[in-house]
């Protein structure tokens, strides 16, 4: 048997359910852009890279209201929420070339939300192929670029 080690998952895994704190809240509190990866602040949200991305570039538009209910968000923050989706695809867009996008957004456990009671919009590229065996069958995914690389590039072109 084959293994492939992805040490930097163990903190993901660790931390699951153990914070009292919102990453999203701590994030913006911490205002430390570059360490905890916002791209770029608005007026109601901002663009932070995933820490755990699906694709290089997967990044999600997050409002600073601590809200988990898509009917409690307030209709001018979700007007923004999707200009800053379309400003964060044309940054995709210039800078990696995706052949499509994911957007979307999961509401509750169950819908396979990660952070549950802050919502936000994954803004993911995609490549034909970039779904191969070691995502589907090694349940482990092969990033091209580090984080802080992806930061910067994007940071440039949305800023």
Not at 64 to 84: F, I, K, N, Q, W
Not at 115 to 135: C, E, K, Q, S, Y
């Amino acid at each position: 048997m084959d293994y492939l080690w992805s040490p930097w998952r163990y903190r993901y895994i660790a931390s699951e359910g153990k914070s009292d704190g919102c990453v999203f809240c701590d994030a913006i509190a911490a205002n430390d852009d570059a360490e905890t990866l916002v791209v770029l602040r608005a007026e109601k949200n901002f663009i932070i890279l995933n820490r755990y991305p699906y694709t290089s570039g997967h990044v999600m538009v997050v409002p600073y209201a601590h809200l988990g209910e898509l009917s409690a968000v307030p209709p001018d923050t979700l007007s923004e929420m999707m200009r800053l989706a379309q400003r964060a695809q044309a940054a995709l867009e210039k800078t990696y070339h995706p052949e499509g996008y994911n957007l979307g957004m999961n509401l509750g456990r169950a819908a396979g939300a990660g952070i549950v009671g802050h919502l936000h919009l994954h803004v993911l590229p995609r490549w034909a192929g970039d779904a191969n065996f070691m995502t589907v069958v090694g349940e482990t995914r092969v990033e091209p670029e580090e984080l802080s690389t992806t930061y910067r590039r994007l940071r440039s072109v949305l800023a």
